[in-house]
């Protein structure tokens, strides 16, 4: 799971145009539907047409009323009164993707279940961090996964579904790798398995990724971070635009939420996500094993909850957002007990915001891991990487 925020930089952010939309993802979700906002036929069916979507969405104050407008008549699937109830929950302040049952992240759409943490386009850096230098066939632990979007979009990377490129503005991010293909690469969300064991134990070696996420909408910018190696790691995983189409990767999860886990079992596979307290949840035959783990523990401090916006405040499990008095209470458990988890040049990424990095960077140093800060300041992000 991880923190929704507002001091720290998450919701209302550069994720969010403004306070209505919280979720980072919905300036850019969306490919079918009216967006003109007029009446009439939309060629698919529907009486009137959807122009009073759009209408009703952008009264409601979504900013971007067009592209929820397409993604909530597609959810809808033709059904009048469906539609009506969704677009009534949207402007009454339901997020986006609880209504629809996913989000879009890195490429992909994720299954996101009722209350669980909507993953936000910033997290996105986290990723391209992990998979930068990650070996085929490395071992990777989503800790704090929440809905395991980020696991899921480490898998599908491993698995060439998804590439880094370069959009138009010069940013770099994560697209399907292949752009014709279905929108959803299980339909329906039905469950899916990684071809790992149903009952949460750990196979030695290398995990047949299976097919374990939602090939989605592409999403935004993310990239050119500050960091002084920041350039080399995106070149040493985009190399013009090519798939790593490498041997995989063997990605596990673990959170304490049970709706989080639920979510995660979606796009990770069942016995891919465990229940429980950190370290733990995790089976002790990754102990000494893991290659990349990543972070997103919740970091907004107590204190700043009462400030985010509804969207998170009210919608969002409080165990994702409350990261303690001065939002690193996880980060630092965390921390401490990553060592003896890594593997030999393992690495730890966790995010956290711009004004905590050096608290973060801080904890990694106390705890023999040497720190390194990577900033993005097109999506507001900051990752801190260590390695033992």
């Given amino acids: 799971m991880a923190p929704g925020g507002d001091g720290t930089g998450r919701i209302g952010g550069a994720d969010s145009a403004d306070g209505t939309d919280g979720s980072g993802q919905l300036e850019r979700v969306g490919e079918t539907g009216s967006a003109d906002g007029t009446g009439g036929s939309d060629g698919r069916g529907w009486v009137g047409g959807t122009g009073w979507v759009v209408r009703a969405l952008r009264a409601g104050g979504c900013v971007f009323a067009e592209e929820e407008a397409a993604v909530v008549i597609e959810a809808a699937a033709g059904d009048r009164g469906e539609l009506e109830r969704l677009v009534g929950e949207r402007v009454a302040g339901r997020p986006l993707e609880h209504l629809v ?3 879009a992240f890195a490429g992909l759409r994720v299954v996101v279940g009722p209350g669980v943490f909507v993953p936000r386009r910033r997290t996105e850096l986290l990723v391209r961090a992990a998979v930068r230098d990650a070996p085929d066939g490395a071992v990777v632990v989503d800790m704090c996964c929440g809905s395991g979007a980020i696991g899921a979009a480490i898998a599908a990377y491993g698995e060439g579904r998804i590439r880094l490129t370069t959009d138009a503005d010069g940013d770099t991010v994560f697209v399907p790798a292949d752009p014709g293909g279905p929108v959803d690469g299980n339909a329906g969300f039905e469950s899916v398995t990684q071809g790992g064991p ?10 047949d990724q299976g097919n374990p996420v939602h090939v989605g909408v592409e999403l935004g910018a993310v990239g050119q971070s500050g960091s002084a190696d920041a350039g080399a790691g995106v ?4 190399r013009g635009g090519a798939v790593d189409g ?7 999860g673990a959170d304490v939420e049970a709706g989080a886990v639920a979510s995660a079992r979606r796009n990770l596979g ?5 229940e429980g307290d950190l370290f733990e949840a995790l089976p002790a035959g990754l102990r000494g ?4 783990m990543v972070v997103n523990a919740p970091y907004v401090p107590s204190a700043a909850i009462a400030t985010m916006p509804a969207e998170a405040r009210v919608h969002e499990a409080p165990i994702a957002l409350d990261g303690g008095g001065d939002g690193l209470d996880l980060q630092r458990r965390i921390v401490a007990g990553a060592a003896e988890w890594l593997a030999g040049g393992g690495r730890l990424l966790i995010e956290t915001s711009e ?3 050096s608290l973060t960077a801080a ?17 507001d992000a900051t990752v801190v990487v260590g390695h033992v």
Wanted: charged share 25%.
């Fill in 363 to 379: 904890l990694f140093e106390a705890a023999g891991l040497h720190p390194r800060i990577e900033r993005d300041e097109s999506s």
């Fill in 235 to 238: 070149e040493a995983v985009d």
């Fill in 289 to 292: 094993r893991v290659d990349v």
């Fill in 101 to 103: 049952g996913w989000a």
């Fill in 270 to 274: 069942d016995g891919r996500v465990f």
């Fill in 355 to 357: 004004q905590q990095a």
């Fill in 198 to 207: 149903a009952d949460g134990s750990v196979v030695p070696g290398g995990i």
């Fill in 246 to 252: 490498g041997g995989g990767f063997e990605v596990w």
